[in-house]
C-alpha cells in the first residue's frame, strides 16, 4: 500500500520538549546538559574537519570530473553526521528535532539526476553549515564549563541553561528537516524522473511494436504485391489470388495501427472523455465491467490520460489474474482531487511487489502528486484507489 503520510505538526511544542526551570541544585537535567557542552568540542573537531576535508575538496576539485560525486558523497555524508547531532541533542538536552525526508535517490531517474538531486540537498548544506560554525563555539563552551566547574560552581546551572539555550535554537534552526515545500520539490524531481523514464520505454515499446508488427506486414504486403505483379500477365489467377492475400493483410496491418494509436491515445478519450473510452475498455476486459464516470466537466489532457491508462491497466490485470466474475469502475471529482476506484470479486492477492504493473501504475501517479492504495486481500475482493489532482481542461487551455 502506497500512501501519503502527514508529517505531525510540531509548531506549537509540547512542554515535555523544553527544559526544566532552573534550580540552583544539580540535578539531573543539569548534569546532561553538563555533558552536551563538554561534548561539544570533540564533535564540532569532527564536523569540522570533515567539512573542511570532504566538502570544501569537493568544492574545489569541482574543475575535474571526480569534483561534483565527491561533493555529493560529501553531503550525504553531513546528512549522517546531522542525525547524529540530533540524537545527542535528543538525549542530552531533549530537543525533539523530527528527522529529515531521505532523498528518494533510488527512484531518480538515471545517474545525473541523482547526482543533482544531492548536491542542491538543503538539508545537507544546513548540516555543512552547522559543523563548520560549530568549531569555535565547541571551543567556547568546553573552557567556560571546565572553568565553571571548578570556580563557578553556585551559578553553574545558570551557566549551562544559557549555552544549551544558544545549542537548542542552533539545532532546531540547522538541523530540522526542510520545509514542507523542499520536501514535495524533491518528491516531484524524483518522480520527474519516473516520468522520463516512462516516457522513454513507451517510445521503445511503440518502435518495437511498428518495427515487428505493422512494419514487417507492409514489407510482406510490399512484396506479394510486387509477386503478383510479375505474375498479372502470365497467371492471371495466381496473380488475383496474390491480391487477395494482400487486401487481407492490409486489413491485419490497419488493425494493428488502430491498436498501436489506442496505446498511445484513444481517439474516443479526446473526442468524448472519461466516460466513454473507460466504456469501451471495459468492453475489452474478459470480465463484466460496470463503469460509472461522474464529473461535471473533463478534466486536463493529462490528468484524463493518465486516469484513462490507470484503468485500462487495472483491467487487464483482471483479465490476466483475478479470475473474477464481475468488476466495476468507478470515478468521481472530490474538492481538488480525482478518484478512481476499481473493484472486482476475484482471488484477491494483489501487492505492489507482485510484478503485475503495480509498482509501475504506483510510482507514474506519485510522479504528479497522486496517491495509488491497493487492498486486496487473499480471496478477494480487490478494491485499488487512485487518487489524481484536479485540473480543469478550460484553464489548461487559457495558460496555453
Not at 518495427?211 to 509477386?227: I, S
Request: glycine residues 8%; neutral net charge; proline residues 6%.
Amino acid at each position: 500500500m502506497t500512501e501519503h503520510i502527514a508529517r505531525p505538526d510540531r509548531s506549537d511544542a509540547p512542554d515535555d520538549d523544553r527544559p526544566p526551570p532552573v534550580r540552583l541544585a544539580l540535578d539531573g537535567h543539569t548534569w546532561r546538559e553538563i555533558a552536551y557542552l563538554l561534548s561539544n568540542l570533540p564533535t564540532a573537531l569532527v564536523g569540522f574537519v570533515y567539512v573542511m576535508t570532504v566538502l570544501l575538496t569537493g568544492a574545489c576539485m569541482t574543475v575535474t570530473v571526480i569534483g561534483f560525486p565527491l561533493l555529493a558523497v560529501g553531503l550525504l555524508g553531513a546528512r549522517r553526521l546531522g542525525r547524529l547531532e540530533r540524537a545527542r541533542a535528543r538525549a542530552l538536552l531533549g530537543v525533539r528535532v523530527e528527522e529529515p525526508t531521505p532523498l528518494p535517490l533510488r527512484r531518480g531517474g538515471g545517474p545525473l539526476p541523482r547526482l543533482w538531486m544531492a548536491l542542491k540537498d538543503p538539508v545537507g548544506w544546513r548540516t555543512a553549515l552547522y559543523g563548520f560554525i560549530r568549531l569555535p563555539w565547541g571551543i567556547a563552551t568546553f573552557v567556560v564549563m571546565s572553568v565553571s566547574l571548578f570556580v563557578l560552581w553556585p551559578v553553574l546551572p545558570f551557566i549551562a541553561r544559557v549555552l544549551t539555550n544558544a545549542d537548542r535554537v542552533m539545532v532546531r534552526g540547522l538541523l530540522s528537516p526542510s520545509d514542507e515545500l523542499e520536501r514535495r520539490i524533491a518528491e516531484l524531481e524524483s518522480g520527474r524522473g519516473v516520468v522520463v523514464d516512462t516516457a522513454a520505454a513507451d517510445l521503445r515499446r511503440i518502435e518495437r511494436d511498428l518495427h515487428d508488427g505493422a512494419q514487417a506486414r507492409l514489407v510482406n504486403l510490399a512484396m506479394g504485391l510486387g509477386l503478383a505483379k510479375e505474375k498479372l500477365l502470365e497467371d492471371p489467377d495466381a496473380a488475383a489470388a496474390m491480391v487477395a492475400e494482400a487486401h487481407g493483410e492490409v486489413k491485419l496491418a490497419l488493425q494493428e495501427l488502430r491498436d498501436l494509436a489506442r496505446g498511445i491515445h484513444p481517439a474516443v478519450l479526446t473526442d468524448r472523455g472519461l466516460d466513454a473510452a473507460l466504456s469501451a475498455v471495459a468492453t475489452r476486459c474478459t470480465v463484466p465491467v460496470s463503469v460509472t464516470v461522474a464529473l461535471e466537466t473533463r478534466p486536463a489532457a493529462a490528468i484524463e490520460g493518465i486516469a484513462y491508462f490507470t484503468v485500462s491497466e487495472l483491467l487487464q490485470n483482471i483479465s490476466k489474474h483475478s479470475g473474477a466474475r464481475s468488476a466495476s469502475v468507478d470515478v468521481w471529482r472530490t474538492d481538488a482531487r480525482l478518484f478512481i476506484q476499481v473493484w472486482d470479486d476475484g482471488c484477491g492477492g494483489a501487492r505492489l511487489d507482485g510484478g503485475s504493473g503495480m509498482a509501475g501504475l504506483a510510482e507514474r501517479l506519485s510522479a504528479v502528486d497522486g496517491v495509488f492504495l491497493v487492498d486486496s486481500p487473499v480471496g478477494g475482493p480487490t478494491t485499488i484507489t487512485a487518487e489524481l489532482p484536479w485540473r480543469d481542461r478550460e484553464d489548461e487551455s487559457r495558460r496555453k
